[in-house]
């Protein structure tokens, strides 16, 4: 009855997920907490083995009727989220334990999660999509509130709740308007569809719900409230994992649901907005702000701005330039919240900026490895980043889009000058107090991540190379 | 494949920074009882810089001066068709010659002076002259790119940390203002990647931009160079940053930083977009000429001798902007003689300045006076440098200066009258500061007891005074060196 190899082959990391998943639960109840301890380093090690058996099934395939297809687009996506998910949690560890809140929940809450991104990725029709979308955004309210005496996580997983909840709502209005036009769910009949009105009018409340996932202008306020409020390692999640998912499937759906043949032109000019004004209120939201998770915040806006010039520029130019950039971006982020997490003194964690004053005398590796991570996620040359930025910039000058790419270099130099600020205050300030140390999980990330981001700067042929195929493979 | 002695020469300062912060790593910096670090790691940064020196000889000595074309190319795959490729011509062969020298020169400089936080004081000159050496080798318009904005960091972390009290406002207007300038043409180089099909300089030299692109993309690239070089009206940063960077910092600053402008308008702008090259020509030279007399005029109501010289570089690189947009062989020649000479004397005048600053910790012209006779030797070299700065005959700054003024003679009468007057003005900012200086009486009591140049400074000073006399007399040795890339430049303006 099922071909059990096109199912292997379209969505095999995501039955391992859901298999570990449900493992995890029934191991919880019976063991309760003597199974905290190991679950993070199961969790990471089955998120790793997804990571792999994506890559392993790169060249994807359909299944179920056509209620999942996955493409190596797809996979490049799933294998870069579910690497960093499996990095979040056991930089995690260390930080729950002391706070007293290392709960098994919380690796099985990234399971599902990722469960969910891998869902989305492999979507070709909004059904599995809507369930995807939905599986990632529960779990993520849940984590946003895990400390959950702390008021002000449980404020920021409201906020996320009762705001992703709308934007939900919104995603799923779009989407029955669309169905309404089409007479079909699947990618396939509705990008054979005449673009009507109304159907239109679907496609736009699709996109406002789809930018609220990845925290695009003018969808963005919550980003820099739960950004400040969930916990950092939480923090270190959203700011990775989930959003290299969703920003690939919105490409995804816009690219193959809403292809060029039919409404490229329609929402082009959508994105080019949301793509704009997300680069200029992260570049300039992140000015004024002395808390570092809220300046990442707005830092990751403007980076989810750069993104979307990609998907704007069409899947003919954009698709390969968009997995280069947001793989640049994540590998960035996650070092840098790995930084985030470096910052306790006291028994407490401490987030202002200000904090890592001096650090360059205290602890030069790290300061040194921040202002790599720093380089990189900014664009500026020397790190991986450069690279990124420059696949956007390719795509969007392929695609003639001027006025975005003028946006983009001048809040490119406003990004930078908070960004420096920060080097600043770590090479040139009077030294603040040290840091008390952390566990070998983060601080292995934080290295790990800066070296990477050189040595990728260096040796990107064959990533580059492997990013056209799947970018390729989308075309198709 | 033969031994590829660019890279070398490029990447072994960068591989002794790795060594020295691996070495600090596990030994952790040796801390002195008043508070100053232990100055070996400085030494270790000298050691490497010298290395480097070296082998930039042997680069030298492995180039053919009748050759042409450039040489010692090294190429190697990076990504989607962009290649890591390096190789030099004439002009660049000696820009790294002087790159190489003048990084020894600093941090030998440095010893003494700098106090605190040396191992990443020697790190990032070391990263520094990686990327400054860099920029002179790459052939490949996204590797240029790369080298040419990396260096920003060394530099905005010199300035940031060693430099003076507003040392953060200069290090972030530095860095800001080159940025912006250089994002430009960052999308100018995409845009001629995905137009050309190639980041190869080489080949994009033989592509032809349509008039139009060629315009935008001109402009573009003169954002970048004009800033860097710097060019009124963006010059601004220049002073800021000079007088707050460290002596070190000034003289590599001004010796080698400042040519990166020149370089690229005769490695990029002109083969590359003649026509919109020759359409510019009278804006160039309206700005060239309003820097060199605004800008003497201001150096000479200086009260900040480092301030002064920095005003001075802005109409010293006014001439080499004459010289390059006159489209002439004599002219080229002579803005590209002029960077040269202008990176030997600024950098000791920076030096000379840092000499003093180093006695009495004030920068102040009223504060000095009747110098000559408590440091004659100094005087002397201070002397020396003042004159190749006005542009005596005899010294490298005459050569350089008469050659770009009659190259712009012959494109335009009114940019050299204009430049002449620039001359004139030099004289009279340099003797005075000169004068109020060195002669005189000591009126200031705290400099009865100033020393002399002592041997470390004279080590840094000798081979520069010996470089700007030998120059001076024997032009030939650099003209022949740079007569091909001057040519190659110009050639496609012939053509069109």
Known sequence: MFDIEAILSTIAPELLLAAAGLLGVTLGALFGDRFNGISFKLGALVLFLAAALAGVYWDGGRAFDGLVETTSFANFAKAVSFGCAGVALLMAEGFLRRHDTMRYEYALLIIFASLGMGIILSSANFMTL???????????????????????????????????????????????????????????????????????????????????????APMHVWTPDVYEGSPSPVVAFFATAPKMASMVVFAIVMFTAFPQAMAFENWQLIIAIIAGASMLIGAFGALPQSNLKRLLGYSSIANMGYALVAIAAGVQYGAGSLLIFMTAYVIASLGLFGGVLSMRREGGMVENVNELAGLIRRQPGLATALTVLLVSVSGFPLAFGFLGKLAVLEAGWNAGLMPLIIILVLSSVVAMYYYLRIVKIMWFDEQAEDFESVDGWVTTTVYLTAIISVALLIFINPLSELAASAAASLIS | MDFPILSAVTFLPLAGAVLILLIRALTGAQVRPDGSEDDRVLYAGLLFSVATFVISIVMFLSFDQQGSGYQLVEEVDWFSGIKYKMGVDGMSLLLIMLTTLLMPIALIASIGSIKHRLTEYTVAFLVLETFMIGVFCALDMVVFYVFFEAGLIPMFIIIGVWGGAERIYASYKFFLYTLFGSLFMLAAVVYMYLTAGTSDVVALEQYEFGKDAQTWLWLAFFASFAVKLPMWPVHTWLPDAHVQAPTAGSVILAGILLKMGGYGFLRFSLPMFPEASVLFQPFVFTISVIAIVYASLVAWRQTDMKKLIAYSSVAHMGFVTLGIFSFTEIGVQGAVFQMLSHGLISGALFLIVGVVYDRMHTRDISAYGGLVHRMPVYATLFMLFTMANVGLPGTSGFVGEILTMVGAFQANTWAAAGAALGVIFSAVYMLTLYRRTVFGQITNPELETIEDVNTKELICLIPLAIGVILLGILPNLIFDITRESSLHALAQMAGG
Do not use: C, N, Q, W
């Open chain 1, 130 to 216: 809507y369930l995807g979308v939905e599986t990632l955004s529960l779990s993520s309210y849940v984590l946003a509130a895990f400390h959950r005496d702390s008021p002000r996580s449980a404020e920021a997983g409201l906020k996320y709740f009762v705001l992703g909840a709308l934007a939900s709502g919104l995603l799923l209005y779009g989407m029955s308007l669309v169905y309404g036009f089409a007479g079909g769910t699947s990618y396939e009949i509705i990008a054979g569809t005449e673009a009507s009105l109304g159907f239109m009018f679907g496609m736009v409340l699709m996109i406002t719900g789809l930018a609220f996932k990845v925290s695009a």
